[in-house]
C-alpha cells in the first residue's frame, strides 16, 4: 500500500469576521492547505500560534475537526488575528513565534508564506523536506531574497496592486524589457532560478 504523503503546514492563521452577516470563519493560507490537503486523503499538520481569547479556541477546534494535526500549536496570552471583511458588490473585500522544527522536518512537504514569519527557519527545513511559500504579490518585499534561497516551490501573485512594485524590482534586476506582462513574469522567475539556483538543497531543486 502506498504511503499517504504528510504535509506541514506552518505560519500564519486569521478568523475571517463578517461585520455585516455578524459571522467569523477560521482561514489563513497555512491552514487552509492544511485542510484541503486532508480532504485529498493525505495526512497534514498545522503548527502556528493562536491567542487565549474565544477565537483561538475556534480556530483550533476548527482544525481539529477536519482531522488536521493539532498538536503543535501554541496558545500565546493575547489576541487571536483576526480579519474584517466587507461584502462589496459581491467580491470580498479584506481590511514571532518558535516552531518546533523537529515536528516539521517528519513530514514530506512544508508549506508556509510570507506572513508565516518562518524564514529564519528555513535553512534548517530545507536541509530534510522541500519548503513550498507563498509569496503574495509582494515582489519586493525583503523576505522574498532571504527565503528564495531555500525554497523548492515559490509562488507569486501578480495583480494591479503589485505592478509598480513589480516593474521597480524587475527593472533592479537589470532584465530586459519584454513585450508584455507574462513574458516580463517568465523572465523574472527564471532570473530568480538561476541567481538561487546553486543555494538550494542537491534534494529539492524544482521550480513552478
Known amino acids: 500500500m502506498d504511503r499517504k504523503i504528510r504535509v506541514a503546514a506552518i505560519g500564519d492563521n486569521c478568523i475571517d469576521y463578517y461585520d455585516s452577516l455578524n459571522e467569523s470563519y477560521p482561514g489563513g493560507n497555512p491552514v487552509n ?96 523536506i522541500p519548503v513550498a511559500f507563498d509569496f503574495a504579490n509582494k ?20 495583480d494591479e496592486e503589485s505592478r509598480n512594485e513589480f516593474r521597480q524590482k524587475y527593472h533592479s534586476m537589470g532584465l530586459k524589457e519584454k513585450e508584455n506582462c507574462t513574458e516580463q513574469l517568465k523572465e523574472f522567475m527564471k532570473a530568480m532560478q538561476q541567481s538561487h539556483y546553486c543555494n538550494i538543497g542537491e534534494k529539492w531543486k524544482h521550480w513552478v
Open 139 to 158: 515582489f519586493a518585499n525583503p523576505i522574498v531574497e532571504k527565503a528564495i534561497p531555500y525554497v523548492t516551490y515559490a509562488f507569486f501573485s501578480f
Open 33 to 128: 492547505v492544511a485542510v484541503y490537503i486532508k480532504r485529498l486523503g493525505g495526512e497534514s499538520s498545522y503548527t502556528g500560534a493562536v491567542g487565549t481569547d474565544s477565537f483561538g479556541k475556534i480556530m483550533i477546534s476548527a482544525i481539529q475537526n477536519k482531522g488536521v494535526d493539532t498538536s503543535h500549536i501554541q496558545v500565546l496570552d493575547g489576541k487571536t488575528a483576526v480579519t474584517h471583511v466587507d461584502i462589496v458588490d459581491g467580491d470580498r473585500v479584506f481590511g514571532k513565534y518558535e516552531q518546533d522544527i523537529y515536528f516539521i522536518k517528519k513530514h514530506d512537504l512544508a508549506v508556509t508564506g510570507i506572513w508565516g514569519m518562518i524564514e529564519d527557519e528555513l535553512p534548517l527545513i530545507s536541509k530534510e
